[in-house]
């Protein structure tokens, strides 16, 4: 197979790199291969199960057009001081500027008009004051909030239009392996996903775009075909889940608190992430059987509970460089104490030294979302550095939103962020093996909808 772009994975990064192509008018062949399935194909069973049912070759959650994104919370940050290091790259001027063109895009293909935290000034002035005395640092960052259901609508617009546009899809199918000669990308090698015939597609640009489910495996392309990067950082942590009485003016003033610290004694940098409302937490699947926790949030159907996370990023220095296989096995272990599913505890449990039971979450206030976590302790998976910034942490978040740090407040594990492989870009894009460009979580440049939607449209202007 022949083409002028080739797209390895279909999330935002990938997505905005074709749609910018179509806007500009350059009549390229366009190729995406997929590893999951079309929009409109990606259905989890637990909506019926009620409990995860580990699918196989792939989670539907995870993996398929539009990646992750579709079917978590749906929020896009539009500040460019969330979401990633893609400033460092191109400066923060042209990063926001991406960022709004970007969202002018989302907002041609239906998302949501309102914009959350922007107009309660006095409101955000008391939490940003707690914050101050708590040592924390309160991030202004406007939300569009999709919403998971929403998002799945939104996503299935593009890729309805990318297909009248004439680019080629080919899901289900697995990139293998690079096409190098003479130190010049020529393509990929490929397979449907369970079967054993290969196939190679030649083309000019190769856009690596694999999310954070392919990040190990880009690292190991990194390593073989000599790619230049570096270990990067790896975020270890845990989905926190709290009544919405308790963060309700949190949520009514700025919907999603991005809240920065650097507790004692280790001073690691510690943040929340993806806060969401009357959420669900919700467990996700990886190739090795990895199941991790995450949130979603959607736009009609409301919890009674808000959740989050709260991760500690960790970097490490020689001769160590192997952040991400670190990280998971962080979540194997915590996978064993659960016998494969989520571990949930009680906060005022992890200060007393004992696990949760489970008749002692039935009577609590907090009743988990996440209906199949098994009761545990999960301080006996995590790192006692990580668990130490997290209960901190915990400690200097009461003191802005008061009663967060309550006996009753829920702590999933393992919430694990894979985008550790910093790929080394130039301003284009390129890497130092001609014809080949990385871009979105995979290349550890973004952590997010929106910056790897703004790297997509970068990289389609540049390819035009």
């Known amino acids: ?57 792939f989670c539907h959650i995870t993996t398929g057009f539009s990646g992750a994104g579709a079917f978590s919370d749906g929020k896009l940050s539009l500040s460019c001081e969330v979401g990633g290091d893609l ?24 998302a949501v008009r309102t914009v959350e935290g922007l107009d309660k000034f006095e409101e955000t002035k008391d939490i940003r004051r707690r914050a101050i005395k708590a040592g924390l640092r309160l991030v202004d960052c406007p939300i569009r909030h999709l919403g998971t259901e929403k998002a799945q609508d939104l996503y299935r617009t593009i890729q309805r239009y990318l297909a009248e546009q004439g680019v080629e899809f080919l899901f289900e199918t697995e990139c293998v392996n690079l096409m190098l000669d003479q130190n010049i990308c020529k393509g990929i090698r490929a397979h449907k996903v369970g079967g054993d015939d290969y196939f190679e597609i030649f083309s000019s640009s190769t856009i690596v775009a694999a999310g954070r489910r392919g990040a190990e495996w880009l690292e190991g392309i990194c390593r073989q075909y000599d790619v230049l990067h570096e270990a990067g950082v790896v975020d270890i942590g845990v989905r926190v889940e709290i009544r919405n009485e308790i963060m309700e003016e949190v949520n009514r003033t700025l919907y999603e608190s991005k809240l920065i610290g650097y507790p004692r004694p280790f001073k690691d940098k510690v943040r929340t992430f993806c806060q969401n409302p009357g959420g669900f937490v919700s467990q996700e699947n990886y190739d090795n059987a990895l199941a991790v926790v995450n949130g979603h949030s959607y736009k009609e159907t409301k919890s009674v509970n808000t959740n989050l996370a709260i991760l500690c990023s960790h970097k490490f220095s020689e001769p160590f460089n192997q952040p991400i296989s670190y990280a998971q096995k962080i979540g194997e272990l915590t996978n064993m104490l659960g016998n494969g599913h989520i571990l949930v505890q ?43 910034n997290i209960i901190n942490f915990i400690e200097a978040l009461d003191l802005v939103v008061p009663g967060f740090a309550s006996a009753e407040t829920l702590l999933y594990s393992p919430e694990l962020k894979f985008y550790s492989n910093r790929i080394k870009l130039n301003g284009r894009l390129e890497t130092n093996i001609g014809g080949l460009h990385c871009l979105g979580d995979s290349s550890g440049w973004t952590r997010g909808l929106m910056m790897a939607s703004a790297m997509g449209a970068l990289m389609g202007r540049i390819l035009s």
């Not at 909506?47 to 196989?56: D, G, R, S, V, W």
């Not at 191109?90 to 239906?110: C, H, K, M, P, W």
């Open 346 to 388: 009680r906060y005022g449990d992890i200060l007393d030294g004992k696990r949760t039971w489970q008749d002692e979450l039935e009577r609590s206030n907090v009743q988990p979302s996440l209906t199949d976590a098994v009761a545990g302790d999960i301080t006996s998976a995590m790192p006692y550095r990580t668990m130490i």
């Open 1 to 57: 197979m022949n083409c002028d772009v080739l797209i390895v994975g279909s999330g935002p990064a990938g997505i905005f790199t074709a749609l910018e192509l179509i806007r500009l008018k350059r009549k390229k062949k366009i190729l995406i291969i997929e590893k999951g399935r079309p929009i409109e194909k990606r259905v989890c069973p637990k909506i019926a199960t009620k409990k995860c049912m580990n699918c196989k070759p």
């Open 87 to 110: 400033p460092d790259l191109i400066g923060r001027q042209a990063a926001q500027e991406l960022i709004n063109y970007t969202d002018s895009v989302y907002l041609e293909f239906g």
